[in-house]
């Protein structure tokens, strides 16, 4: 049993402008250190495929997707927001971004692949049912837990979200669904300033300080994420993996390093190999620090790997 690394070379084409933070580079990066450590030899590579309409309705409705795609420009950009913009090679971007979950929620339950990663963009986790927001558009990770739900028949998907910024696209998603555990740390106040009012024995947020370290993210998800899991029992676990809480990343204000995503891959992978045969898809969210970048998610795959 391996771990299998989902990308696809469409990601590279969507660039919302000069400058911008979440950019085609962030791949780029991950695929140099995945080289440079020999660690992408040892992963089971596929090619994403392109979702269905059917599937992104799983969690989006129907007239957002055709908004999207109507949204889509010929030549140039479309802002959404003052943060998402849509180049002529988004939306095609975005659909396999969400494929490829889809693909490796399939691999994982079929038994083909221990455990997977998706190296995507556009990332998903801000993605709301009906609205594009925070670089994302459609919800990655909730495309495939709901996948999981619908088309494979499992009762109890958790979904784990370290990225800096709240998840609020996934948990207004799944906020009136049982059988998805939502578990959030992130730092607050800060964008996109929600997720602390949120209740529910299903969603568990833990709001964290500007310049919380890696000690205090410890202990949160040690006394939060990991009791809810333990006693939720799930049958596979969904990580929106975003790698922007790390002290080198100037977007937020966070202190993770490379150890601490070590460290929350392995507790994960506990309660992954307790409760749901080793069934784990991680997903690519945010972090903009290319170097640090780069680290945390090779040392998070090879966690992963081992």
Known sequence: MT????????????????????????????QEQLVATDTLPRLQQYEAPRATDDQLMRAHTESYVHEIKSAAPQQGLVCLDNDTAMNPFTL????????????????????QVKNAFCAVRPPGHHATRNQAMGFCFFNNV?????????HHGLQRVAIVDFDVHHGNGTEDIFQDEPRVLFCSTFQHPF???????SGGDHIINVPLAAHTN????????THYWLPA?????PEIIFISAGFDAHREDTLAQL???????????????????????????SVLEGGYALGAL???????????AE
């Open 191 to 197: 964008y996109p300033y929600c997720g602390t009012d």
């Open 229 to 233: 899991l333990e006693a939720f029992k």
């Open 294 to 304: 780069g680290r945390s998610v090779t040392t998070h795959i090879r966690t992963l």
């Open 142 to 150: 909730a495309i495939g837990a709901a996948h999981a739900l619908a």
């Open 92 to 111: 095609e971007a975005a659909y396999y971004a969400a494929g490829a979950v889809v693909l490796a929620t399939d691999l994982v339950i079929d038994k």
């Open 255 to 281: 202190n993770l390093v490379e150890a601490d995503y070590v460290w929350i891959t392995r507790q994960i992978m506990a309660i992954a190999e307790k409760h749901a045969q080793n069934r784990i898809v």
């Open 3 to 30: 771990t299998a690394f989902v990308t696809h070379p469409i990601y590279l084409k969507h660039d919302m402008k000069h400058g911008h933070p979440e950019c085609p580079e962030r791949l780029l990066a991950i």
């Open 214 to 221: 890696g000690q205090a993210f410890r202990v949160a998800v």
